[in-house]
C-alpha cells in the first residue's frame, strides 16, 4: 500500500540539490540483489511499480519523487541455533575431553551460522520515500530513525553526498505540545485529538498514556500541573490527516480520510501504475501542507 503510515522527515541542506537523474542512476547502481548464502541480510532499490520492473526506478509527480526500496532479512529460529549449538559443543568437548572455552563455543557459533543460513527462512519488507523538492525535505515511511538511516545511507553512498538533518526544533517539542495543550490554544486547520502520552522530563519514569480521552479536560490539567510534559499527542488537521507526532517530531499512524483515499477512484484497478501515480500525487500534496503548516503553527507557540 502506498499511503505513507509514518513519516521520519528528514530536511536538506540549503545547498543540496535533488537532481533526479543523478538520483536514478543512484538507483539502479544498487538495485537489490537477494541474500547469498552466507548473507543475513540485503537491501537495494526497486521500482515504485513493480519489483520485477528494471527500468522505472522513480515516480516523478511534479516536482514529488517516490523511491522504493526492498530489504531482505534472513530468518533463523533460536531454538534452532540453541540446539546445533549445543550438539557441536558436546561433540567437541568429548573429542577433545574437556570443556571449551568461551572463545571455542563462540568461534562454534560462527560455524554453526555458516551451516544453518542456507536453509534460513526470508523475510521480506519495503519501504517508500518521498522526495519533496518543493520544501527540500525527505521523507521516510518506516517506524524507526535507525531504520530510515540505513536505507539514506545507501542512498547517500551512491550519490557520493547527501546533506541532510532530522526535521527540528529550537525549543523542546514535549514542552510546545503541553503549552499548546493546558492553554487549549486555537490553530486551524488544527486539532488535538483523544490520544496522548505524558512523561515527567525530571523524573523520566512514569508514564501516562490516554485514549479516547478529552486531552484540554481537568483530569489532564492535574498532570500538566504536576510538572508533566505531553511526549505523544494525536493531532487532526481538518483537511482530511490525522496523526500520532512524537517528541522527536517524527509521525505515527498517519491516517487520511475517505475524501482524500476515494478521491481517484475512477481508475479501474486493472491501471495499477496509473492509480499509483494519481494517489502519490494527492497523498504528496496533501502531506506535504500538513508537515507545512503544523511546523509552521509550533514555531508560533512561545
Not at 554453526?112 to 521516510?140: E, G, Q
Not at 540505513?150 to 514535549?174: F, N, Q, V, W
Not at 486547520?189 to 484540554?216: H, M, R, V, Y
Request: net charge negative; with cysteine; glycine share 4%.
Amino acid at each position: 500500500m502506498l499511503w505513507f503510515k509514518n513519516a521520519i522527515i528528514y530536511q536538506l541542506n540549503n545547498d543540496t540539490l535533488l537532481n533526479k537523474d543523478a538520483i536514478e542512476n543512484a538507483l539502479k547502481s544498487h538495485p537489490f540483489t537477494p541474500c547469498g548464502n552466507l548473507d543475513t541480510t540485503k537491501m537495494g532499490w526497486v521500482s515504485p511499480y513493480h519489483d520485477n520492473n528494471q527500468e522505472d526506478f522513480i515516480v516523478d509527480m511534479q516536482g514529488h519523487l517516490l523511491l522504493r526500496i526492498k530489504k531482505e532479512t534472513k530468518i533463523l529460529p533460536s531454538p534452532v541455533i540453541k540446539q546445533a549449538l549445543l550438539e557441536k559443543i558436546d561433540k567437541q568437548e568429548q573429542a577433545l575431553s574437556r570443556k571449551l572455552t568461551k572463545n571455542e563455543k563462540a568461534t562454534l557459533k560462527d560455524e554453526v551460522m555458516i551451516d544453518l543460513m542456507p536453509r534460513a527462512f526470508s523475510k521480506y519488507n519495503h519501504y517508500w520515500l518521498w522526495l519533496d523538492t518543493h520544501n527540500k525535505r525527505i521523507i521516510v515511511d518506516c517506524s524507526s530513525f535507525k531504520q530510515a538511516e540505513d536505507i539514506l545511507a545507501i542512498l547517500r553512498k551512491e550519490l557520493g553526498s547527501l546533506a541532510l538533518t532530522p526535521l527540528s526544533i529550537d525549543k523542546p517539542l514535549e514542552q510546545i505540545m503541553t503549552t499548546w495543550t493546558r492553554e487549549n490554544l486555537n490553530f486551524p486547520p488544527f486539532l488535538l485529538g483523544d490520544q496522548a502520552e505524558l512523561k515527567d522530563p525530571l523524573e523520566g519514569n512514569g508514564i501516562i498514556s490516554c485514549k479516547n480521552q478529552e486531552i484540554t479536560s481537568d483530569e489532564m490539567r492535574v498532570h500538566f500541573d504536576s510538572g508533566k510534559w505531553l511526549t505523544k499527542i494525536k493531532i487532526i488537521d481538518e483537511r482530511g490527516v490525522s496523526f500520532i507526532v512524537n517528541s522527536d517530531l517524527t509521525f505515527k499512524r498517519i491516517k487520511f480520510d475517505s475524501v482524500i483515499l476515494d478521491e481517484n477512484e475512477d481508475i479501474g484497478s486493472d491501471e495499477f501504475n496509473k492509480r499509483l501515480e494519481a494517489d502519490f500525487f494527492i497523498m504528496a500534496n496533501s502531506l506535504a501542507n500538513t508537515i507545512n503548516d503544523f511546523y509552521m503553527t509550533i514555531n508560533k507557540i512561545i
